[in-house]
């Protein structure tokens, strides 16, 4: 450790910044006693979801199996013509793109029917009856698929439009019995077959509404959480959106995102009525993270951040022990900050240190350029202290680097980015990185101090399971 001047210089360094946050001043802060206006910040979040599970959930809801009306009866579409048949669906792929989900399958049918001779209405022979893909025949092969078209409504409802794309026929059937080849009235049944369970799908999406478990989970970002012992961050959202859905290599892709006015601060207390879901946005996916982040610290909570971390610790330095038995910062007029350290150990004493904290925000360095401070001790040769290196604190102080941010920013940046590399629950993480972090404004009030940050970063959200 340096002279104790020096570490006591850091400490009120420290103290001037623990608020972290700023904006670009080439200046001395304005005589305003609040900061400008902050631009709104952009959250967006890449999610991408493991395609196997819900493809694994979509094959439970599929049915099976599509039959014909009756069955095993028979159809009767007119008095001398009566069928039935019985579809069966393999594995099926997924093709999604900006929305557009597709449902890709190979089947297979089987058929069998009859004729007769009618009079008025009535049979009036024995039905000669014939079949295709029934023992000893294999069943016919054919080609289906199907689409759904999603859209995101601004009520947080999901619409969908899905219906028959594709029934193609790879073998045909002919009944050699009575020479009626059966393919395309069967393609037809089994196309409606297909569109109706297509229309009762779109009714059972239709009557989900997600509003409902987003308003009570997005009450959250209105409400100030307490983000460890460094104070209380609300989110504010002005909007909230969503990309498109798209699948490419076994994976589901999605982004969600908000634009919001974040605010850190000691408040905790929050407003009386929370206002009503932004309406969702649709659009194109985006992905990054652009954070302007506002900060106000009232004094008291400052000195008890504080204390909690410094209260009692030992500094020694050539045989020399100093205790910091307590720390407390106040404001005074035109933006001056005032620190008192209160110091035992080998000697005992107060320090006092006085001046107007100045950012610096092309170099990230913050400084105190008007500086005074007094020292008060029983003790003469901290009194002879004082006297020797009046001058030299006041040079060293005023000519350097206050405290580079930049470097304290710099080792940090460790702590956030394992806060982005994480597992939130099971089969649910994040990983991403901050780009860049930098304090772009600084004041000092007489009641708080005001700060505010910039963060640039990527972030996305990986789901390896359906959630449970």
Not at 101 to 110: D, E, R
Not at 205 to 222: C, D, E, V
Not at 383 to 391: E, M
Not at 424 to 432: I, V
Request: hydrophobic share 35%.
């Amino acid at each position: 450790m340096r002279h104790y001047p020096s570490t006591l210089s850091l400490i009120l360094a420290l103290a001037l910044s623990s608020c972290g946050p700023s904006k670009h001043l080439a200046a001395p802060p304005p005589a305003s006693d609040a900061l400008p206006a902050l631009p709104p910040s952009e959250i967006d979040l890449p999610i991408k979801i493991a395609g196997r599970p819900l493809i694994a959930t979509a094959d439970s809801l599929i049915p099976k199996e599509f039959l014909s009306d009756k069955w095993p009866g028979y159809m009767q579409p007119s008095c001398d013509f009566r069928y039935k048949y019985r579809f069966v669906r393999s594995g099926f792929t997924v093709h999604c793109t900006n929305n557009r989900l597709s449902v890709a399958l190979q089947g297979h049918y089987q058929v069998a029917g009859g004729r007769c001779l009618c009079a008025a209405g009535k049979p009036v022979s024995p039905w000669v009856s014939g079949y295709c893909g029934f023992d000893p025949e294999p069943m016919r092969r054919v080609d289906l698929s199907f689409s759904t078209q999603l859209s995101f409504q601004p009520d947080y409802r999901l619409h969908t439009a899905s219906g028959a794309d594709q029934v193609k026929p790879l073998d045909r059937c002919t009944m050699s019995v009575f020479s009626i080849d059966m393919t395309q009235q069967i393609m037809d049944s089994i196309g409606a077959s297909v569109n109706n369970f297509c229309r009762t799908l779109d009714v059972s999406i239709a009557k989900m509404n997600f509003s409902g478990n987003l308003h009570q989970n997005a009450t959250r970002a209105w409400q100030k959480t307490a983000i460890g012992p460094y104070g209380y961050l609300v989110v504010n959202p002005t909007a909230m959106r969503i990309g498109n859905l798209n699948y490419i290599k076994d994976t589901f892709a999605i982004s969600m995102g908000i634009t919001c006015r974040p605010e850190l601060g000691s408040d905790s207390s929050n407003p009386a009525r929370l206002p009503p879901l932004p309406p969702l946005q649709s659009g194109n996916n985006r992905s990054g993270v652009t954070l302007y982040l506002p900060a106000t610290y009232d004094y008291g909570f400052i000195n008890k951040l504080l204390n909690d971390s410094f209260r009692n610790k030992t500094f020694e330095y050539q045989g020399q022990k100093i205790i910091l038995k307590g720390l407390t910062i106040s404001g005074m007029a035109h933006h001056q900050v005032k620190v008192e350290v209160d110091f035992g150990g080998s000697h005992e004493g107060q320090f006092f240190v006085w001046g107007t904290p100045t950012l610096d925000t092309a170099r990230q360095e913050l400084r105190v350029p008007d500086i005074q401070y007094e020292l008060k001790s029983r003790d003469f040769l901290i009194r002879l202290a004082r006297i020797l290196f009046k001058n030299k604190i006041r040079e060293n102080v005023k000519g350097n680097s206050f405290l580079d941010l930049a470097a304290l920013l710099k080792a940090n940046l460790p702590t956030l980015n394992a806060q982005l590399n994480r597992t939130l629950a099971p089969g649910l993480s994040t990983t991403g990185s901050v780009r860049e972090l930098k304090m772009i404004a600084l004041q000092a009030g007489e009641k708080n101090i005001q700060a505010q940050m910039y963060l640039k970063a990527d972030i996305e959200v990986i789901s390896t399971r359906l959630p449970r």
